[in-house]
C-alpha cells in the first residue's frame, strides 16, 4: 500500500517557483531529527484561477527533489477534487483530498439509514472509548438523524474513491475525505458514525479532514475557545484509534488540519496531543508561501517593492470583489486598511513587517495580511512581470519562504 508517513505537511506553491524553497525547511527539520513528508497541493479552483495545469505541481514537485536530493517520501495532492474535477489530477497526483462538502444533509432514502442503524447497534446508548473525555450517549433517534445528514457524502465519496481506484490500482494512491467546506463543524460523535459510513461504503482513508470548531481565517491565526479545541482535537484522535479497529480503517488514518497555515495558538495543543498519544497529522496550508513571495519582493525593493504596492492599491479598490469568495474565511476591518498614498510612502521593510505574521510586532497589520492573501489572482494577472521579479529575486524571496515554514510552522509544531 502506498502509505501516508506519520507527519506530513501540505504546501501550497500557487506559481510554481517556490518547491525548492519549501523542500529546504523540510530538510532542516530532517536535520532536527524529525521527518515529515512534504506534501504538494493545488485545487481545481485554484488552478483556474492562476490558468495552470495539475502536471506542473508534479513536475515541480520533481525538480525540487532531485535539486535537493530529498531521499524520503513525498506527494502531490489533488486538493479537494470532486467527481466533476478529478479526471485531469490522475495522472500527475498520489494523494486525493476527496471533498463531499456538498453531499452533506442531502437526505438519503430512509430504508438505507434503518440498514445502517441495523448493521451498528454498537454506536447506540453509552458508547465507551479509549481515550475519550467522557462516553458518548446516544439514542437511535440521534445516531439517525447522524447519518441522515451524512449517508450521502460518504456515499459519495466512495464512488470517487472507486473513480480513483480503477485509474490508480488498489492501494496505488492516498485517500483522504475532507468535510471541512461546511457550516457546521464535526462533533467527535458525528466523526465516529462518518468513519463507520466511510467504511460501510468501500473508502479506505488514511486522512480525515473534519471541520473543527472555531475560526480558520485564511493566513491568520485561529479564533476560538482553545480549550474547546484542545478537548475536540484530542476526542477526535480517540475516535479515529477506535474506529481504525472497529471498521478496519488503515492503521495509519490520521486527523488532516485543513487551512492549518498560521494557526499559531493551536500548533502546541496539537504537538501534546502527538506526542501524548503517538499519533500522525497531516497540516494543509495553501496560500501562505504565496504572501511570503510578497514579503521578499517587497524587501527586495525597487521593481520588486513597487508591484508589491501596486497589488495592494487595486486590492484596495476592489476589496468587496476579492473578498467575497472568501467571506467565511476571513475576517477584515476595513477601517485598519491603510490608504494606497499611505502604503506607497512606505519602505520595502515596512511593507515586509506589516505582511510578515510576527503578532507581536508594532507594524504587523492582520488586516492587509488577509487582504492581500485572498488578492493572489492579481499577480496572476501581472504574468511575466510578477514570475520575472520572483526570479531576478529568487533568493530573497526563498528565505521567507523557507524561514516561514520552518521556524513558524514546522518548528512549534513538530519540534518536542
Ligand atoms: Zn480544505
Not at 86 to 110: M, R
Amino acid at each position: 500500500m502506498l502509505t501516508l508517513e506519520r507527519f506530513s505537511f501540505g504546501v501550497g506553491d500557487r506559481f510554481a517557483h517556490q518547491a525548492k524553497a519549501q523542500l529546504a525547511a523540510f530538510q532542516m527539520l530532517a536535520k532536527d531529527g524529525v521527518e515529515v513528508a512534504p506534501v504538494w497541493n493545488k485545487s481545481n479552483r485554484e488552478h483556474t484561477f492562476i490558468g495552470s495545469e495539475p502536471q506542473s505541481v508534479f513536475d515541480a514537485a520533481q525538480a525540487a527533489v532531485k535539486a535537493l536530493g530529498w531521499d524520503k517520501g513525498w506527494h502531490v495532492d489533488a486538493d479537494h477534487i470532486r467527481l466533476e474535477t478529478v479526471d485531469k489530477f490522475l495522472p500527475c497526483s498520489d494523494f486525493f483530498t476527496i471533498d463531499v462538502a456538498d453531499s452533506i444533509g442531502k437526505p438519503p432514502e430512509e430504508r438505507y439509514v434503518e440498514r445502517f442503524l441495523a448493521k451498528h447497534p454498537e454506536l447506540i446508548g453509552t458508547v465507551t472509548i479509549a481515550g475519550i473525555s467522557e462516553p458518548f450517549h446516544t439514542t437511535t433517534d440521534s445516531v439517525a438523524a447522524i447519518t441522515r445528514k451524512y449517508l450521502n457524502a460518504t456515499w459519495e465519496a466512495g464512488l470517487i474513491y472507486k473513480h480513483i481506484k480503477k485509474s490508480k490500482g488498489a492501494k496505488k494512491f492516498i485517500a483522504e475525505v475532507s468535510m471541512d467546506e461546511t457550516d457546521a463543524p464535526q462533533t467527535p460523535p458525528e466523526l465516529l458514525i462518518i468513519l463507520a459510513l466511510l467504511s460501510d461504503a468501500g473508502v479506505y482513508p488514511q486522512t480525515i479532514a473534519p471541520k473543527f470548531t472555531g475560526r480558520f481565517n485564511k493566513g491568520v491565526d485561529y479564533v476560538g475557545d482553545l480549550a474547546q479545541f484542545e478537548r475536540e482535537f484530542n476526542d477526535d484522535l480517540a475516535v479515529i484509534a477506535h474506529a481504525v479497529k472497529a471498521y478496519g480503517l488503515p492503521r495509519n488514518l490520521k486527523l488532516s488540519v485543513h487551512s492549518g497555515s498560521d494557526k499559531f495558538s493551536l500548533y502546541p495543543i496539537i504537538r501534546r496531543a502527538l506526542a501524548r498519544t503517538g499519533a500522525g497529522v497531516h497540516l494543509k496550508t495553501a496560500g501562505t508561501t504565496w504572501l511570503e513571495e510578497l514579503i521578499g519582493l517587497a524587501e527586495a525593493g525597487g521593481d520588486g517593492l513597487a508591484l508589491a504596492k501596486e497589488i495592494y492599491a487595486y486590492a484596495l479598490a476592489h476589496v468587496d470583489e476579492l473578498c467575497a469568495p472568501y467571506a467565511s474565511v476571513i475576517d477584515i476591518d476595513r477601517a485598519k486598511l491603510p490608504d494606497a498614498a499611505t502604503v506607497n510612502g512606505w519602505t520595502g521593510p515596512q511593507l515586509a513587517s506589516a505582511l510578515r505574521h510576527i503578532p507581536t510586532h508594532p507594524e504587523f497589520n492582520a488586516h492587509v495580511r488577509q487582504l492581500l492573501h485572498v488578492s493572489f489572482k492579481l499577480a496572476a494577472k501581472a504574468g511575466a512581470r510578477y514570475l520575472d521579479l520572483l526570479k531576478a529575486n529568487e533568493a530573497i524571496v526563498a528565505k521567507q519562504v523557507t524561514e516561514n515554514i520552518y521556524e513558524r510552522h514546522m518548528k512549534p509544531l513538530f519540534i518536542w
